[in-house]
């Protein structure tokens, strides 16, 4: 069973389009969090929701909209994709308490944007 | 600002040889440490993780070190074989745990 499952895969989509990428964990975790990886391979956090709680908003441009429906769940829709917003994203979660502070990362959402 | 670096950006060894990748972190107090191995179209994977009052980790032939005077994490993988062949990640975390910082990763090749 997988534990983090992101979709699609892969993204290929003109500028100005608004895009949605779907992330899934099945290990009861209470934490969840979007990253960006970078051509630079650079990665970098984007969001972090506790208990479905927005707890970090690194400075994401406002087109960059999380959503998390229920614990298991951590969505990103990104409206008016620019070029630069081409990169890999990862969703990622994790226990943060009792010394458990493993984060489990999906697959990553390539993303491309013309 | 906070700021991670890892001595370099590729690393390449013989197999057999301990592989030594570096991790140097300034303007954080981390209470914990941890590295990650990232292979080529996937996500990272968790190896180990370091809290602030400990100063040596092992699991099999992976070990930490940490040294929060130097601000300093060294990673060890001894009897390096091609498959540890992988981009390897530092990454701290605050109390919380809900902030990562992840340096830029050093690209270990393990040649035969």
């Known amino acids: 069973d997988t534990a983090v499952s992101q979709t699609p895969k892969y993204l290929v989509t003109q500028m100005g389009n608004d895009k949605s990428i779907k992330c899934e964990q099945n290990l009861g975790h209470d934490t969840m969090y979007w990253y960006k990886q970078d051509s630079k391979k650079f990665l970098k956090i984007m969001f972090s929701?506790?208990?479905?709680?927005?707890?970090i908003n690194e400075t994401v441009p406002n087109r960059f909209s999380p959503k998390s429906p229920d614990k298991a769940h951590l969505n990103l829709h990104i409206n008016s994709l620019e070029l630069g917003d081409s990169a890999v994203y990862f969703c990622?979660?994790?226990?943060?308490?009792?010394?458990?502070?493993?984060?489990?990362f999906g697959p990553g959402t390539r993303l491309l944007v013309l | 600002s906070q700021k991670i670096e890892q001595n370099s950006e590729a690393l390449n060894i013989q197999e057999g040889k301990t592989a030594t990748l570096t991790c140097n972190y300034t303007?954080?107090?981390?209470?914990?440490l941890q590295w990650y191995r990232q292979d080529p179209g996937r996500g990272p994977v968790f190896l180990l993780l370091i809290r602030e009052n400990e100063k040596e980790k092992r699991k099999e032939r992976l070990k930490v070190t940490f040294d929060t005077t130097l601000k300093q994490s060294l990673f060890h993988i001894t009897a390096s074989q091609p498959a540890d062949s992988a981009t390897y990640l530092c990454a701290l975390l605050n109390t919380g745990g809900f902030k990562t910082i992840f340096g830029a990763g050093t690209r270990l090749f393990v040649k035969a």
């Open positions: 929701y506790n208990n479905k709680e927005l707890i």
């Open positions: 990622a979660s994790s226990q943060p308490a009792g010394g458990k502070e493993t984060q489990y």
């Open positions: 303007n954080y107090s981390p209470a914990y």
